[in-house]
């Protein structure tokens, strides 16, 4: 039985899981695959570096034609993280007839398509589980389980750092820092964490799936994404006021020629399982013309759980390799530019909050702008200061369904008025 010898690029926190999961089911996944799977050689930037105890540090290099030129080796599994220089080397395997195993939803968003062109030209496997949802096993979802559907939208909670975060402060009244701070040490973070914390690690993730849900090829910096700096805890204390929770989200939507994909922090309703989705989880609803939703939710991030997806596509793309099957993972994925639906365009409910300093005539001006422009209130409170003191008093308002356009249109009006003491606070609200 012929060794399955895998080149690792990269051994940080995915990596030392992925080897990890190695050693600990070695037997069962031989016997899984029809063949040992042997890690023969590991990339990594500083040899001296603390690894995990299951690493023989003998395998480390910082040479990659230690790898490359290597031919006993078969699979590659990039782990590195970035574009460069990780897509060189994604190439360089394809090209080398490797079929490629990665987690790396940035390098996917910006040139996932080229690459999945390249794989299919070269009759290898590019396999991805573990770039979105962590642990989740998504991206088999849309790419075996609904293939026979038509994916109508989808939504959820894709970056387990900003789920932590926002979880962390709303619940045990953390500060941003601190939440963030331990969401590194529990390895959740990226190596530079404001791609989580400004969302554009979930505009990557969500780049991917429109990729297979909906056969979408979009350029990423284009997807309207919004971070949860701006979250202040008096944000989820209205939210909860108001029986909402604060979750940071990826929505994407097949509107026919154009898809809809925005990524920002949202208010979901308390009684909704996405609202229950706490700490580190990822939450992922699919809706299907035919199925309907199915929602998919497990542990998002971390060393252990991406390495299960991670392994998974080792296995498949092993089995596939000693069966002279390379490809079937990406064989079928047909991709087309689509136009990005324009955020004024949406739709929404709305909340607002306002920082106004309480004089008479300020509510009506608020809420005339709003009318003005077709937005129609729900809900609203004030709390606070008072015009005797002098301080700014918070005005919050939930809107029913408006126009983005019209939403923006009025704000930017209210925005002009002497009352105003700070800038307002918009969140959409999702579900
Ligand atoms: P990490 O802990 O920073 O590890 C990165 C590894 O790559 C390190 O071993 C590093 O070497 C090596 N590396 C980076 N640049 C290199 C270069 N130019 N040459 C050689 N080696 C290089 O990152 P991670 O959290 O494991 O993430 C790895 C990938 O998985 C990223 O694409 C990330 O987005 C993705 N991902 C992460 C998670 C998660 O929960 N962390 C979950 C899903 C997907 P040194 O160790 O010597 O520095
Ligand atoms: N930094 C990412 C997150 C890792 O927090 O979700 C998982 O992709």
Known sequence: MKTVRLGLLGCGTVGGGVVRLLRENASYLAARVGAPLEVARVLVRDPAKDRVADLDR???????????????????????????????????????KRSVVTANKMLLAVHGPDLVERAQAAGVDLAFEGSVGGGIPVIRVLREAMAGDWIESLSGIVNGTCNFVLTRMQKDGLSFDDALREAQEKGYAEADPGLDVDGHDAAHKLVVLAMLAFGA??????????????????????????????????????????????????????????????????????????????????????????????????????????????????????LSKRPLLPIDDIESRYYLRFVVFDRPGVLARITGALGDH??????????????????PVQVVLLTHEAKERDVRRALAEVGACDFVASSTRVLRIHG
């Open 58 to 96: 003998a395998l480390l290099t910082t040479n990659p034609d230690d790898i490359f030129g290597d031919a006993s080796i078969d699979v590659i599994v990039e782990l590195m993280g970035g574009v460069t220089p990780a897509r060189s080397y994604v190439e360089r395997a394809i090209d080398s």
């Open 217 to 334: 090829r979009v350029e990423h910096e284009r997807v309207p994404t919004e971070g949860i700096r701006a979250i202040e805890p008096i944000d989820h204390r209205f939210a909860a006021r108001f029986g909402f929770a604060i979750k940071h989200l990826g929505i994407g939507r097949d509107h026919g020629t154009a898809v809809e994909l925005r990524v920002h922090p949202a208010l979901v309703p308390l009684d909704t399982t996405l609202a229950n989705v706490s700490g580190v989880l990822n939450a992922i609803s699919l809706q299907g013309r035919a199925l309907g939703p199915c929602l998919l939710s497990g542990r998002g991030a971390g060393d252990m759980p991406t390495a299960v997806s991670v392994v998974a596509d080792i296995v498949d793309v092993a089995v596939a390799r000693i069966n002279g099957a390379s490809g079937l993972k990406i064989r079928g994925v047909q």
């Open 374 to 391: 077709n937005v129609s209130i729900e809900q609203m409170v004030q709390e606070g200061g008072g015009n005797s003191t002098g301080t």
